[in-house]
């Protein structure tokens, strides 16, 4: 027990690179019976399926309802259960808001929030039934705080933040135990932090009292805690993870 996800069968949404890849080998190093990769494309999942052998990747977009019941439908046929979900994939389309188009805006809140509604949704049957399970969701400072140049990407995380509280309250009602946590990471080094300008990324950090980025690790080890049977009596809550950029 304790710190460990052993035996535990975990879904990752995005987990093709970024913090969903160091969320998915966080899992698999700690044990987990099968971390299963869901990304856009079968070449996302291609090198972190290669090194783990209880890693899996399965093809989904999490904004297709289908493919989302499909995805969770298979996992369920070969593994029976699902102890993890991790709600991480997630994209921006920053503009200020004068200059945002509707096509951004709807890109982004129909990844970042309708795809975390839309597994969720799949997932909660299978969770019901078993009476336990982790959910944590990728939210970010942004979500709190705000952000110049990102009103869909706030506006979606924010809603995560509203869908986790409202998951805690609705998940236990018949004596389930299952939980449901939002992790709010800073700015992390990821491909998706590569297209912020240096100058940006310079100012975050002078303002970040822990002086540098974050890495995707330091994101995994938080969402590993919450995965693990350790927090079990943590529920509804937003862990910041920005080396102390925001609190
Ligand atoms: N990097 C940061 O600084 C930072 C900060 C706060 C929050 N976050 C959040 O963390 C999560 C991961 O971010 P990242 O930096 O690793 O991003 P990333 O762009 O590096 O990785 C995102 C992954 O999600 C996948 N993905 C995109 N759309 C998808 C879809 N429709 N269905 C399935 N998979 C899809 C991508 O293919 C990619 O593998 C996101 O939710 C992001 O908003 C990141």
Redesign the pocket.
């Known amino acids: 027990m304790g710190n460990s996800v052993e035996g535990k069968i975990c879904l990752v949404?995005?987990?093709?690179?970024?913090?969903?890849?160091?969320v998915t080998e966080a899992l698999a190093k700690a044990g987990a019976q099968k971390v299963i990769v869901?990304?856009?494309?079968d070449t996302?999942?291609a090198e972190i399926t290669a090194e783990y052998r209880n890693v899996e990747g399965m093809v989904?977009?999490?904004?297709?309802t289908a493919?989302v019941a499909g995805l969770v439908q298979t996992i369920n046929e070969k593994y029976g259960r699902i102890d993890v979900l991790v709600?991480?994939?997630?994209?921006?389309r920053d503009a200020l808001i004068q200059k945002m188009e509707d096509d951004a805006w709807d890109a982004v809140i129909?990844?970042?929030l309708k795809?975390v509604f839309l597994t969720t949704r799949a997932v909660a049957p299978i969770m019901l039934a078993q009476g336990s399970g982790s959910i944590i969701n990728?939210?970010?400072?942004?979500?709190i705080d705000g952000n110049i140049g990102q009103t869909n990407?706030a506006a979606?995380?924010g809603g995560?933040i509203s869908m986790t509280k409202t998951w805690a309250k609705e998940f236990p009602r018949k004596g389930a135990r299952i939980t449901c946590n939002a992790?709010?990471?800073?700015?992390?080094?990821?491909?998706?932090?590569?297209k912020?300008p240096e100058k940006v990324l310079n100012l975050m950090v002078g303002k970040t009292p822990l002086g540098r980025?974050?890495e995707?690790e330091d994101?995994a080890k938080a969402v590993l805690f919450l995965a693990s049977d350790d927090a079990s009596f943590i529920t509804g809550q937003v862990i910041r993870v920005?080396g102390g950029l925001t609190f």
């Open positions: 949404t995005g987990g093709g690179r970024g913090i969903g890849r160091a869901c990304d856009i494309n996302a999942f989904a977009d999490v904004t297709r493919e709600n991480n994939a997630g994209i921006t129909d990844i970042n795809g990728m939210a970010s400072v942004v979500g990407y979606s995380k995560v992790v709010a990471p800073g700015f992390i080094r990821t491909p998706m932090t590569e912020v980025m974050g995707a994101v920005d």
